[in-house]
Every structure is written in structure tokens, then in C-alpha cells.
């Protein structure tokens, strides 16, 4: 298997990627039930502090859900990448993107000088 640069290869990041992205995908499906569970309760005859909190918790939920699902996208984006022979390729110059980075990253698509340069022109 083609060795990323670094002390991982790239077998090790895949499992690293395949984990995480089963991890997100399970904690967004718990996530979706309990929000089903908190918006069932909602039409119980509770004051209107029980009503704030139920908007509050609906709100962080509503967030958190759109967080994980933008998570997953890019983990199945890098799965697909992975399935391509790209992965660990810098889009914009070629190079091997660091191991330590994808490891934190694993959706990374370009190396640190390469994002820093994408992050300036913004």
C-alpha cells in the first residue's frame, strides 16, 4: 500500500477516516432520535419556562445536527477521494498532504502551505 509521508501509511489514516466517519454517523442518528423524543414532548401542558427550554434545546439540537451533517459530508467526500487513489494528495499542488494533518483532518484536501495561501486570498 502506498505509504503516506510520515510514521502512519495510509492503510492506518483509512481506518482512522472509516472510524470517524462511523462514529459521526452514529452519533447524528442518536441525535435525530432524541430530537424526535424532545419534539414529542412538546405538547405536554408544561409552563413557559418548560417552553423556553424546549425552544433552547431545540436550537442546540438544530445546530449540532447541522454540524455532524456537514462533518459526514466531508468524511464521505474523503472516503470517496480514498476509493479514487486521491486521498492524502494535495488538490492544489500535488504533494503529500502531512500525515499529522490528516490524522486531525482526515477531510483535508490540500497541505498547510496550500490552505494558508487558499485562507489568504479569502
Known sequence: MTAVAGSADLADIARLLRQRHDDTAE????????????????????DAADAGTLVVESAEQAMLTAALSEQLEKLQTALSRLEAGTFGVCARCGQQVPVIRLEVMPWATHCVPCQSALEKRR
Do not use: D, K, P
Open 27 to 46: 452519533r447524528l442518528r442518536s441525535l435525530r432520535e432524541q430530537t424526535v423524543t424532545v419534539l414529542a414532548g412538546e405538547t405536554g401542558s408544561g
